[in-house]
């Protein structure tokens, strides 16, 4: 989302959390799931060359790597919706966060690239199961202070991009990629343990079924918003999830130096997020047209201004700003166009989200292989330039202020 998911994609409204307990420390274990979550989805970006290089595959296959779990989340975000029925939201937390756990230990001891990818399936079930459940039952444990818990779980997304994935990519280059996914582990071990000591029982009173998805997808503009996110997160992992190979063989920077970018690209992504904000509050349509506009013409530059580290630094810092505006964006827009159907439709949104993010990194790859690791970066601003003429085109703001959306981030 890198992955930054519809904050009401409540599955269930339950009953609010014993009011004699703070609601902080249930949050904050949420959070740091988030955390967690987005480093592992994330931290073959930043190994992509040494595990094609160990497991004897190339860089465009080893993309594969971001493309499963994409698309496994897209299923489970229904799946597990309808799955858990009633059962306390509490465990099926403890639950996906064990997927976590599991999917890193299987990657760190594979030395099969297909038993990898049986690894980061593992870990798609945990992801499309959290950014179905997490967000809202944040919110839940929170009432009359929603904003401040989400503005919790965009943090442990946004620290999650900022630090996670550079250390990972940091960690691998000093004691190796399987090293890197060891961390992960220890991490998802932590996260497992706080959440089973600070997460509130959560049960629910009703459970959703098939007929109640396509709810989201009556509403015109709501459907142009599915079509613009699957356009732009495209755009995003075709380019992004190659970002370390084209450094290295294009830019040819060394792996502390590209760790250091990476870190760089994160810290970018906050300020966008501040940006993005902004812009949004007078137009939602601005704010589209801004984040495909600068994330299409930022990584279309790169095979030509990127070939030394100013350029490429340069452009790597507004691609990180267009990054941060990114998911903001789209969710601000769904919700405005269908405020009373994301409770039922916010597995729909993010599956979207999965689908397109799994998309780019297989489109990506095949450029990759048949064209150069270049031929990535022109193919996400490609698309990202269509997804701000759609957006031009077709997009028209409505009346409702984007201030109780974005005001969470």
Do not use: C
């Amino acid at each position: 989302m890198n992955k930054q998911t519809n904050t009401q994609a409540a599955v269930d409204e339950a009953q609010p959390a014993a009011p004699h307990h703070s609601p902080w420390p249930g949050v904050l274990s949420i959070a740091i799931g988030a955390f967690a979550l987005v480093t592992t989805e994330f931290l073959p970006v930043g190994l992509l060359p040494a595990i094609a290089a160990e497991l004897h595959v190339t860089e465009g296959v080893a993309g594969m790597m971001v493309t499963v779990p994409g698309i496994v989340a897209a299923f489970a975000a229904v799946l597990v919706t309808i799955g858990i029925g009633k059962t306390d939201r509490r465990y099926v937390i403890w639950g996906l966060t064990a997927t976590l756990l599991l999917s890193n230990l299987i990657v760190a001891f594979s030395h099969s690239f297909p038993l990898v990818l049986a690894g980061r399936a593992l870990l798609g079930v945990g992801v499309g199961g959290f950014w179905a459940l997490g967000p809202a039952l944040s919110t839940r444990l929170a009432p009359g202070s929603e904003a401040r818990a989400l503005s919790m779980i965009f943090a442990g997304v946004s620290i999650g991009t900022v630090a996670g994935v550079p250390a990972g990519a940091l960690i691998g280059d000093l004691y190796g990629w399987r090293t890197a996914f060891h961390a992960g582990s220890a991490v998802a071990v932590l996260v497992l343990l706080t959440q089973m000591r600070l997460l509130p029982s959560l049960p629910a009173r009703q459970s959703i079924t098939f007929s109640h998805l396509p709810e989201l997808l009556r509403v015109p503009k709501a459907r142009l918003g599915i079509f613009i996110t699957l356009l732009i997160f495209i755009a995003q992992f075709a380019a992004y999830t190659y970002i370390t190979p084209f450094l290295a063989q294009v830019t040819q920077l060394d792996a502390k130096t590209i760790s250091t970018l990476l870190l760089v690209y994160g810290a970018a992504g906050l300020a966008g997020n501040v940006i993005g904000g902004k812009i949004l509050a007078r137009s939602v349509r601005a704010g589209l047209v801004t984040t495909g506009v600068v994330l299409g013409l930022s990584t279309l530059a790169l095979p030509l201004l990127g070939h030394g580290l100013i350029g490429a630094a340069l452009l790597v810092v507004v691609w990180g700003i267009a990054f941060g505006m990114m998911p903001m964006s789209v969710q601000t827009w769904i919700f405005q166009a269908a405020p009373h159907a994301m409770e039922s439709g916010g597995a729909v949104f993010v599956a979207t989200a999965q689908v397109a993010l799994a998309s780019g990194a297989l489109v990506g790859g095949l450029a990759v292989d048949h064209m150069g690791v270049s031929s990535a970066m022109v193919v996400g601003g490609v698309l990202a330039l269509a997804m701000a003429a759609v957006t031009l085109r077709w997009a028209r703001d409505g009346e409702q202020p984007a201030a109780r959306l974005h005001a969470v981030h």
